[in-house]
Structures are given as structure tokens and as C-alpha cells.
């Protein structure tokens, strides 16, 4: 190469780089800009970017752990903050048990019961079985209190999940079942309860407690620190998880000028050490969070989606085969306006798969980005003031995942579809940064 040639070409190499830093300077300011909203304030946010099946992005801006009395002792966030991810949690284990439907160990269409060992059926349809697939599409008819009330659907320690279907039993949940107008594998309500039972299901057949299960099977191939339990995650990933938080005045209420109360994952007077060790595996796998409980951090759910996007295979490692996720990621119910078959939660779940949500770009429902319709599937999460969306499109490998932290339920609404201002603006941040080709 002459010199003419050399300096050409270290000119385009600069420029290049010179972009490129400019464009990472934008995305953090836009971050930032969202974190410190006077009205709208966040204790952390995250974003993940996929472009053409390659990484371009992720980080953690924010904080881990705050003082109200002293900032000068707040612990900043990164991309290796690992966050309880509440919902996107349900992927993983819809993994977990595709992995056993796989090796011929699971029938998603046979009736739960057989699996669980005690029977659970809706009164109201005595004839129609409960299935995996119900229980992954949230058709199955059961139902519970929901949202952040977590106490009809986490059995705690040492009673078994079964008595929440048991009559009389300390743990019965009376109004479990739907009523004669809404039936099994038609009607649509989500249920935390199902992937409880999934949880329950996969230690049954494995023998392997859930967590330990997810830990080998799913997590440690993908080099993940990660976990469902935080009693058995490392010493590092531990010391890496943030505590959730919401903005509350003195009696409670949301106040963007009120203090930073702790909600979840606050750890500050030290680690839990209790691991259940006189339970019985297989008798109430909802103990390990199947539904939401991974601590993870958004480096590790970027490659998650990096998994998922290349047809489940991440490093030469195998968690699921093409034909696995093509199934997972197709459509089992929908919403249908003249049938009302399913609880929308306000127009946001509109289709959904064997465990994914299929997102249908519905104005004022369930669209991502305003300014394009991104063919996404995924999930979302909100538990404990932590809003999540992990979604993706396989075919053009691009996808977006966002965290915001510290939110308050149902304060910020959206301008543009049912998700939270939070969503919209990181999504579109995320979006705008990418510059999808749709």
C-alpha cells in the first residue's frame, strides 16, 4: 500500500471511529436524560442493543444501591448490575422445559396432573385437562390475585404447591378457577401460577431442584453468573445484585421528590442463607421464582437474545434445536374484539406463543417504537418497581431489551401504546440508536 493509499484509508479508519464514539456519546446522554427525568426519576436503566445478529450496545447507567442521606455512598450501576428481572424470568424457564419436551420427557399436551401428581382441573369443565401448553400460553384457566401480590402464588416454605388447589388446605386460593364463560385453551388471562407449576413439573421429572436445574442446563453453558436463588450465586454475582427501589413520601405514595425505599433485593444487612435443605423435590418449585426471579445482568440478557435470535445456539453451544424455538415463538392464542376471548391488560397482550409474547405493533396496545413496527417477539416484566422488555426478531436478527428501575406502578403513562412512559422512551432510544431496517 502506497502512502496516498495508507493515508486514505487512515482517514475513513478515524472517521469511522470518530462516528462511532459520537453515536455512544448520544446514547448515554439520552440514558442519562431519562434517569434524571425531574418527574419521571429512575434509580438505574439498561439498554441492549442486536443488530444484524451482532451485538452494538448494551450498558447500565445509574445506581446499584442508594443512601437518602448520603449520595456521596450510592454504588453506581453497569453493564454487569445484575437486576431481579421479574417476568423476562418465564423465557428461561420456558427453555428449561422445551429442553425436556426435546428429549421426549414432556408431552405439552398432556394433562398436568399425570406430571404434578395431584389433580388439577377447573370444576367448571370437569372434561377439558390442563396442559403445559395452557400453562405456557396463560389458556389454563387458573387464576390469582396477580400483580405484586405475590402471596397466592409463591407457597412459602415447607408447604407443598398443591395445597393452593386444595380444599381447606392453609393455602387454598378460593377464587383459582375461571367462571363457566371463560374456558380452557380459549380464554387468555396471564397467570404467575402456571410457570410455578412448570417449575414444579420440571423438578418432577428431573429429579433436579429448579434452580439447580436452570443453573446447569441453561445458565453456567451460556458462561452466564447468574441465578434463581440467590443463596447459591456466587460471592461476585451477589455482591453485583441491585436492590430495587421505588420514590415514596412518608405515607407511602409515589412522589418523584420523595426517598429511594427499598423493594426488592435489598441486602445491605447481608445475604440470605436459608436453602431449604429438608425440601422435597418436586413438591413446590414456585420457591425458586420460576415466574421472575432471576438475578441477571444486561450483558448476559443480550447474549440471551443473541442465543435466541441465532436458532438457539450461543458459542457452539446448543440450549435449544431451530425447530424448538420456531414452535416456541408461534402463535397460540390471540385476541379476538368480537369473541373478548382474554384480559388484555388494557390492549398491551394481543398474541401470544408457548411462552413468548408476539408483539402485534397495535397503536395504543402493544407497539414498541412509534416511528416504525418492529416484528418483535419477546417478553416483558414489571414486579417491585422494575419495568423489563426483551423482544427480537429472529428472521432480521435485530432486538432491543430494556430495564428501567424504580418505577412507580401505573404512574407514567404512555403516550403511544399500554406500556409505561419508561418503556417508550428507552425503547425508542434503543430503537433510534440501532437504525432498523424496517
Not at 101 to 109: H, S
Not at 157 to 167: A, G, K, M, Q
Request: include cysteine; proline fraction near 4%.
Amino acid at each position: 500500500m502506497n502512502i496516498k493509499k495508507f493515508l486514505i484509508f487512515l482517514y475513513f479508519l478515524i472517521t469511522s471511529i470518530n462516528c462511532f464514539l459520537d453515536k455512544n456519546k448520544n446514547i448515554y446522554s439520552d440514558l442519562y436524560k431519562i434517569l434524571s427525568d425531574v418527574n419521571h426519576p429512575l434509580a438505574a436503566c439498561s439498554v441492549g442493543i442486536i443488530k444484524n445478529g451482532k451485538i452494538l450496545f448494551y450498558d447500565t447507567v445509574g445506581y446499584k444501591q442508594i443512601n437518602n442521606e448520603d449520595s456521596s455512598q450510592n454504588i453506581k450501576a453497569n453493564y454487569k448490575t445484575k437486576f431481579r428481572i421479574a417476568s423476562i424470568s418465564k423465557l428461561f424457564t420456558t427453555i428449561a422445559i422445551f429442553q425436556l419436551v426435546e428429549k421426549g420427557l414432556v408431552d405439552l399436551d398432556t394433562d398436568i396432573s399425570d406430571y404434578l401428581g395431584f389433580e388439577v382441573r377447573n370444576p367448571n369443565f370437569p372434561n377439558i385437562p390442563i396442559t403445559i401448553k395452557m400453562l405456557l400460553s396463560h389458556t389454563s384457566s387458573i387464576r390469582e390475585k396477580g400483580g405484586n401480590d405475590t402471596s397466592t402464588y409463591r407457597i412459602p416454605y415447607p408447604h407443598p404447591i398443591s395445597e393452593f388447589f386444595t380444599e381447606g388446605a392453609e393455602y387454598e386460593f378460593k377464587d383459582r378457577w375461571s367462571d363457566i364463560s371463560q374456558s380452557p385453551n380459549e380464554y387468555f388471562s396471564y397467570c404467575n401460577m402456571g410457570f410455578c407449576l412448570i417449575g414444579t413439573i420440571i423438578e418432577r421429572i428431573t429429579g433436579i431442584r429448579f434452580d439447580h436445574y436452570m443453573k446447569q442446563n441453561i445458565l453456567k453453558p451460556l458462561g452466564f453468573d447468574a441465578g434463581f436463588n440467590v443463596v447459591e450465586m456466587s460471592v461476585d454475582a451477589k455482591n453485583n445484585i441491585a436492590t430495587l427501589y421505588r420514590k415514596l413520601n412518608d405515607k407511602g405514595e409515589y412522589d418523584p421528590n420523595g426517598k429511594w425505599i427499598p423493594q426488592h433485593d435489598d441486602y445491605s444487612k447481608g445475604f440470605p442463607t436459608e436453602d431449604y435443605p429438608e425440601y422435597e423435590i418436586g413438591s413446590n418449585g414456585s420457591l425458586f421464582g420460576p415466574m421472575g426471579s432471576l438475578r441477571i445482568s444486561i450483558e448476559e440478557l443480550t447474549i440471551f437474545m443473541q442465543m435466541l435470535i441465532n436458532n438457539g445456539t450461543y458459542n457452539n453451544i446448543q440450549i435449544l434445536k431451530k425447530e424448538t424455538i420456531d414452535k416456541m415463538f408461534s402463535s397460540v392464542w390471540k385476541y379476538d374484539p368480537i369473541l373478548k376471548n382474554g384480559d388484555t391488560e388494557n390492549g398491551y397482550l394481543l398474541n401470544y406463543g408457548f411462552g413468548p409474547q408476539i408483539f402485534t405493533n397495535t397503536k395504543n396496545g402493544d407497539k414498541l417504537v412509534d416511528f416504525q413496527n418492529l416484528p418483535f417477539s419477546g417478553h416483558s416484566a414489571d414486579a417491585h418497581g422494575l419495568l423489563g422488555i426483551l423482544s427480537f426478531d429472529r428472521y432480521k436478527q435485530n432486538g432491543i431489551v430494556i430495564i428501567a428501575e424504580g418505577i412507580s406502578n401505573s404512574s407514567y403513562k404512555g403516550e403511544y401504546s399500554a406500556a409505561t412512559g419508561w418503556e417508550e422512551n428507552l425503547m425508542t432510544v434503543a430503537a433510534k440508536f440501532a437504525e432498523f431496517d424496517y
